[in-house]
């Protein structure tokens, strides 16, 4: 059985589709953050999008009329540069990333070579400046048996309107076909980003909520984690998609400002 809400005492919040669609804010976003502050709930932004750094998410989100600290942003970026520096301090990165999504692994003392440069690791984020012959470099690596990390696996970033831009999930399913191999990936739903997280919070897992609107990232990451698991159907998924899901969400919302409002009524039936 889920947890009650009335019981969790820390929220961790996907971005894209779950806070906002492209630059627009979400209905209730600003809401739901007020309601966890009044009522004394930590909350920790965590996003699969590694094409910006946590400086910029602080920054985009400021501009959205959401004020955050840095140390309240995690992404799947800084949790795969976290868990490469475990195994291979200063390790030699062949990156297919932004340049913010470089400078943060360059920051945690990776040196960024070529595929000249007999690279430790092949490491994909969701790279909008992406060029054939990055794939195609990647792909020539990989083959010759260099490991091979990704920051996530989300098949599509979604945008405002009902659109989608391709996130490297799509980009893994190309190098896949030519290469035959699948990368170890961190971010959610895997164990390396939670593990990561929960370093942020004294706050037990039975007292943790993941939101987010995919079931085979943030559903699947919550089931996994034994964290409770809340779907907003604002972003990628649709009701159509979670009643055919082999992931069940322990609780599914329209949006993060109907979360909102139930953990309001909630406060208010307890005299909070």
Not at 242 to 268: I, K, N
Request: with cysteine; proline share 4%.
């Amino acid at each position: 059985m889920p947890n009650a809400l009335q019981h969790i005492r820390c929220f961790l919040l996907d971005m894209d589709g779950t806070i906002y669609l492209g630059n627009k804010l979400l209905p209730g976003a600003g809401e739901l953050i007020s309601v966890l502050r009044r009522l004394g709930i930590e909350f920790l932004f965590l996003t699969n999008n590694s094409s910006r750094d946590k400086q910029a998410y602080v920054e985009k989100l400021a501009a959205l009329g959401i004020g955050v600290r840095r140390n309240q942003v995690l992404t799947s970026g800084e949790a795969t540069a976290i868990y490469l520096q475990g195994i291979k301090p200063g390790a030699k990165v062949f990156l297919l990333g932004t340049p913010t999504l470089a400078q943060e692994f360059a920051a945690h003392g990776f040196q960024l070579v070529s595929r000249a440069g007999d690279p430790d690791y092949v490491v994909l984020g969701f790279d909008t400046t992406l060029t054939y012959q990055k794939l195609w470099d990647a792909c020539d690596l990989i083959r010759a048996g260099t490991e091979y990390v990704a920051t996530h696996p989300d098949f599509n970033c979604p945008l405002e309107g009902g659109k989608y831009m391709p996130d490297a999930g799509a980009m893994i399913a190309f190098i896949e076909a030519s290469t035959g191999r699948r990368p170890k990936v961190i971010g959610k739903p895997n164990r390396e980003i939670v593990e990561a997280a929960l370093t942020w919070t004294r706050v037990g897992r039975e007292e943790i909520a993941m939101v987010g609107d995919r079931l085979y990232t943030d559903i699947a990451m919550g089931k996994e984690a034994g964290l409770t698991s809340i779907l907003v159907l604002s972003g990628e998924t649709r009701q159509e998609d979670l009643e055919r899901s082999q992931f069940r969400p322990d609780y599914v919302f329209a949006s993060v400002g109907q979360l909102a409002e139930a953990l309001s009524r909630e406060a208010d039936d307890r005299g909070d």
